[in-house]
């Protein structure tokens, strides 16, 4: 697909919808101006569709030139076909142009559409925010069109495919039928399995590679299709063990396809795209064992991520990348000596201030923090957010000190996408989990100066250089996004917002 060539700057609006996590984002030139979650404005967790208040802060930015979607429609109605999604293949409602037409945005009428396949939007959203000529690139997820996993590069620009699977073959979707199978909700809570992976042993991977998968390096086939999902196997297995069983398999899977594209593909870098890419313990492991020099992820790397990443395909060329503080703004300066003093006083105290951030993760903005060395500090935030006891809570430290407490397999992780081993598990107990890992955000001065200077202001006052970082927001609930969000978590929580 070749990019736009275009005199001046081209706004581009970028839109992935219809499946799960809906999102927009708005591109001028190589400025991303804006970008968002549907289920911020809807509070609606995971919603698929276009929320209007997510449209109107995206169209206050001015009418779009272009509108980039995610999917080729026409490819994915094919792919129902072969899954027997009849009901959904014979859908004309849901047709991009014709859902677009439905809202009844004048600023939307007459804009032209592109469409971008699935995987290369994943693709394209890694590489062109990475500021580097030439990445190779894993990309892993459930499915899109028809491709699950892909192994290719963008060098100059151009996107090369060397290896990929096609559903009904997804570890993406086997992942989630496990998800299942543990008791938890396929595509929302795998995070859940991969936490509880660490609680047992991985008894079942010879019997899961007999019976669900081949291994066929650098890729796999899958013995059966899990589209949905894998019923009561291993009736009597424990779900610590069964979680541990598909995380190992996981591993071995993205590990093994990082190393033969590391053998094909001269880059330096490797970007990991899809929704695997949310997966920082294999994220770990392919940090310290994949060959390549570096491993970088988009912070958002799921599908919401793709609207970005459409507009980056169309437009062709790389995007001034600044961070993920791209959505909605809660005007204010971080209120860095109240939020210590809160800290130092109650322990646990919300933050909304600035833009949100774009991804699953909160990093600053819109966060729960907490004082990490109490015994009781990752219960009393678990029971504030209504979370299983088991799941670990992440830490936040300052690049610079961060190798002191952690061993850290990149030089950075800016946006939590890699756990480390604590070097002194007992000093902090609220962001260590039962192996002993924590998945650290580590912040600069130049990417969050507030949080930067809380991090400073924290230790000063009490000798801590770390503080836990969650997200703010209630279990089964999207992120805050606005004043009127932060106001009712505190009236429903207790804990003040600052």
Wanted: charged share 25%.
């Amino acid at each position: 697909m070749a990019a736009i060539r275009a005199l001046g700057p081209t706004q581009v609006l970028g839109l992935s919808a219809l499946s799960h996590d809906a999102s927009a984002c708005v591109v001028r030139g190589a400025e991303i101006l804006f970008a968002g979650h549907a289920e911020r404005y809807s509070r609606r967790k995971n919603d698929p569709d276009l929320a209007p208040g997510l449209l109107a802060e995206a169209l206050s930015f001015g009418r779009p030139d272009l509108i980039a979607w995610y999917e080729h429609p026409l490819r994915k109605k094919l792919r129902h076909v072969r899954a027997g999604q009849f009901r959904h293949a014979v859908d004309v409602e849901d047709l991009p142009r014709r859902y677009l037409a439905r809202l009844d945005l004048p600023e939307l009428r007459g804009v032209p559409i592109r469409y971008v396949g699935h995987h290369r939007s994943h693709a394209a959203a890694g590489h062109f925010t990475s500021g580097e000529r030439h990445t190779a690139v894993l990309t892993a997820d459930a499915i899109g069109e028809f491709e699950t996993f892909t192994l290719g590069e963008f060098r100059d620009g151009v996107y090369r495919v060397f290896a990929r699977c096609r559903y009904p073959h997804s570890l993406g979707l086997l992942y989630s039928a496990f998800t299942r199978r543990c008791g938890f909700k396929p595509n929302e809570e795998e995070f859940i399995v991969m936490g509880l992976a660490a609680l047992g042993r991985p008894r079942y991977v010879g019997q899961l590679k007999t019976d669900l998968i081949e291994l066929t390096p650098p890729t796999f086939r899958l013995r059966r299709n899990v589209h949905r999902g894998i019923g009561d196997w291993q009736p009597r297995a424990d779900p610590a063990d069964l979680a541990a069983s598909i995380q190992a398999v996981t591993e071995e899977v993205l590990l093994g396809a990082a190393r033969w594209l590391r053998s094909r593909v001269d880059a330096a870098t490797l970007t990991v795209m899809g929704g695997l890419g949310l997966n920082c313990v294999a994220n770990e492991l392919l940090a310290r064992r994949s060959g390549f020099d570096r491993v970088t992820l988009l912070p958002n790397p799921g599908d919401a991520g793709s609207s970005l990443g459409a507009a980056a395909a169309v437009l062709g060329h790389q995007l001034d990348w600044t961070g993920p503080y791209l959505g909605t703004l809660i005007e204010g300066d971080y209120p860095v000596a109240a939020l210590a003093g809160a800290l130092a006083t109650r322990g646990v105290v919300g933050v909304a201030r600035g833009r949100a951030e774009f991804g699953p993760r909160a990093l600053g903005n819109r966060s729960l923090l907490a004082d990490p060395r109490g015994p009781d500090s990752r219960d009393r935030v678990n029971r504030v957010k209504g979370r299983e006891p088991f799941r670990p809570f992440a830490p936040v430290v300052r690049q610079e000190v961060a190798e002191r407490y952690f061993d850290m397999p990149v030089d950075a992780s800016p946006y939590m996408q890699f756990t480390a081993r604590c070097r002194d598990p007992r000093a902090f107990p609220g962001i260590v989990h039962v192996d002993g890992t924590s998945r650290v955000q580590t912040v600069t001065r130049r990417q969050h100066p507030g949080l930067y200077d809380l991090l400073g202001e924290y230790e000063r006052r009490t000798g801590c250089p770390i503080l836990l970082n969650t997200s703010l927001n209630l279990k089964g609930e999207p992120l805050v996004n606005d004043l009127a969000d932060a106001r009712r978590f505190s009236s429903r929580t207790g804990v003040p917002v600052l």
